[in-house]
């Protein structure tokens, strides 16, 4: 299902009250959360809109799609740390309940397969939150990776490196590889959302109106998910087919 808006804004608020009427709904929610600039107004709307509408948050779980390899919690860089600035240190879940890929990890492999365990040993994720990259990736899956795949290490692809290279002052500070949640445990989510807003998604969120269910396009692996919300902002819309965007809007 696609729910297009006019503004970032409007994106924001529908989608921050998708995840604050999961929380009401299911306090003990397993909630997996995205990174990235199109989700900072979605946490600022939520911590906005909880002042008002004050929840209960200390029993919910969180686990993060993503995260850099080499970069430590404290780098500002590090999906860690946009976690906390954008939305822990305000949203006050015990931190044992939050979880992010560690970067750091001795053993990564060992790391990744304990990190799709942890999320099904709690019976797996109840929403999960998604952004896309221009190429069609989710988390940090790109293109080609196997939609039967778990937490991985992942080369990051030169596009992922140029559009991401932006948050990093110095581009050679950029990670080459990152940990991600797989395809498959994202498909295992029960209910996803994936939010994309702005002109540099306008291709891809076309390519993938169109695409069938292919791994060369990461993204189009949720065309198999039953329960799907694709939220747009017009920009990002505007080059879905009329057709699409009348019987969408
Ligand atoms: C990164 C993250 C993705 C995110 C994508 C889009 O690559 N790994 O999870 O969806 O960026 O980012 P932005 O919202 O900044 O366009």
Redesign the pocket.
């Known amino acids: 299902m696609y729910k297009i808006f006019e503004t970032v804004d409007d994106v924001s608020r529908y989608t921050a009250q998708r995840l604050l009427a999961k929380i009401q709904a299911m306090p003990r929610a397993i909630l997996g959360l995205?990174?990235?600039?199109?989700?900072e107004p979605v946490y600022a709307k939520m911590l906005q809109d909880l002042q008002h509408q004050p929840l209960d948050v200390s029993q919910l779980t969180t686990f993060n799609?993503?995260e850099y390899i080499g970069l430590s919690a404290q780098h500002p860089q590090s999906y860690n740390y946009y976690m906390h600035q954008h939305l822990f240190n305000q949203f006050k879940i015990p931190e044992h309940n939050v979880h992010l890929p560690d970067g750091l990890a001795a053993d990564i492999e060992q790391a990744c397969l304990a990190y799709s365990s942890a999320i099904q040993s709690r019976g797996g994720l109840d929403l999960q939150l998604?952004?896309?990259?221009?190429n069609g990736?989710?988390?940090?899956n790109e293109p080609q990776t196997c939609f039967n795949s778990r937490t991985h290490v992942v080369e990051l692809s030169e596009q992922?490196r140029i559009?991401?290279g932006r948050f990093f002052s110095d581009q050679n500070e950029m990670p080459t590889h990152?940990i991600?949640m797989g395809i498959l445990d994202i498909l295992e989510a029960k209910e996803i959302i994936l939010v994309a807003t702005g002109p540099?998604?306008t291709d891809i969120m076309a390519q993938l109106f169109h695409s069938a269910v292919d791994e060369a396009l990461p993204a189009s692996a949720l065309k198999q998910h039953s329960n799907l919300t694709i939220v747009l902002d017009r920009e990002a819309a505007a080059a879905l087919p009329e057709h699409a965007l009348n019987s969408v809007i």
Request: proline share 0%; net charge negative; glycine share 16%.
């Open positions: 995205a990174t990235g600039s199109t989700m799609l993503d998604l952004g896309i990259g221009s990736h989710i988390g940090f992922t559009d991401n990152a991600t540099n998604k």
